[in-house]
């Protein structure tokens, strides 16, 4: 077993799942209690790896090259609660899982999300949209635990894989800080697109054109200098910005950035959700300003 050490740059997708066993040489399938979750990545070997990482000690127990087409991720159709099944073309192997979210709502999304890039490992994930099937199910007769079902509202559709970067977090930290006077007071089905919309940001560019000049840094470099707000406008209006928002707001929603929002100056579990990250920009920016208010 490894510790967890895999750079943003090579996930490509993450969820909370749980492992499930054989119970000896029947065909039941027990739950393991043990918090965990999926993690499909391009390795430094420039394959894809499916792994399975241990949420409570953070260090990674399963790690599986995956070849196109040679595996898939199904739901066993027998199961009475939320159990998949990785399995093989290739072998008769098989790893079992149990979804953790506490939700359901978006176990279809990963699913064919899984299986996209189990075929094709440059897939480009798909997110609130219809699933009319995920696949043929396997079968098996299983035990698994009931999750508390919650309501919940998946993002839209992204065209890149989420690749932020502490630097590109850190700005968006600073623009949501400076909309903290009504709109960072989240709800709790809030998206990140439903905030970081042109709209929105043009009146805060204009009224805080100080900005403009943090955020260069972290875009493209072919870029008119010095930044025109024209510029940034083509760049708020473009499809690869609301990709990337998008996709900023899934990995929020999958719970497992805590420790990279650390680097925001903000509390682990600021990562958990988007209503968590978006509530500890508020917090941030209050004590900011109560802090200038006493040197003042």
Same mark, same amino acid.
């Given at each position: ?8 740059? @090579?996930i ?17 399938v ?25 949420? @409570?000690s953070n ?7 995956l ?5 898939s ?5 027998? %199961? ?11 072998s ?15 176990d ?32 098996t007769? *299983? #035990?698994?635990?009931?999750?508390? %079902? *919650? ?33 960072a007071?989240a709800e709790?089905d ?18 805080h054109?100080?900005?403009?000049? #943090? ?10 200098v010095?930044p %025109? ?38 509390? @682990? ?10 509530? #500890? ?10 802090n200038s208010?006493d040197?003042?």
């Amino acid at each position: 077993m490894t510790s967890l050490t895999i750079p943003n740059s @090579e996930i490509l997708l993450a969820f909370k799942a749980g492992r499930a066993f054989r119970r000896g040489d029947t065909n039941t399938v027990e739950p393991s209690r043990t918090k965990g979750a999926i993690y499909l990545t391009n390795g430094e070997d420039g394959l894809l790896h499916f792994m399975w990482v241990n949420r @409570e000690s953070n260090t990674v127990e399963e790690d599986l090259i995956l070849f196109p087409f040679d595996a898939s991720f199904v739901k066993v159709s027998q %199961s009475p609660g939320r159990v998949y099944v990785l399995k093989f073309s290739s072998s008769n192997q098989r790893h079992f899982f149990w979804m953790q979210d506490a939700s359901s709502a978006r176990d279809d999304e990963f699913t064919e999300n899984v299986n996209g890039l189990l075929r094709d490992p440059e897939y480009d994930l798909r997110w609130n949209v219809p699933i009319t099937s995920t696949g043929p199910e396997a079968s098996t007769s *299983t #035990a698994a635990p009931q999750t508390a %079902s *919650t309501s919940s509202t998946a993002p839209p559709t992204g065209a890149s894989n989420f690749q932020a970067t502490p630097e590109q977090l850190a700005t968006l930290s600073q623009m949501l800080s400076s909309m903290s006077g009504g709109r960072a007071a989240a709800e709790p089905d809030v998206s990140l697109t439903d905030i970081l919309t042109p709209a929105n940001l043009t009146p805060l560019f204009n009224s805080h054109p100080e900005l403009i000049p #943090a955020l260069f840094p972290h875009l493209p470099p072919d870029l008119p200098v010095p930044p %025109s707000a024209d510029a940034l406008q083509r760049i708020i209006h473009s499809p690869q910005f609301r990709a990337a928002v998008s996709n900023f707001d899934q990995a929020l929603r999958t719970g497992l950035l805590g420790g990279l929002v650390r680097t925001l100056g903000l509390p @682990e579990e600021a990562g958990t959700s988007v209503t968590a990250f978006l509530r #500890a920009i508020q917090e941030q920016a209050d004590r900011e300003r109560s802090n200038s208010m006493d040197t003042d």
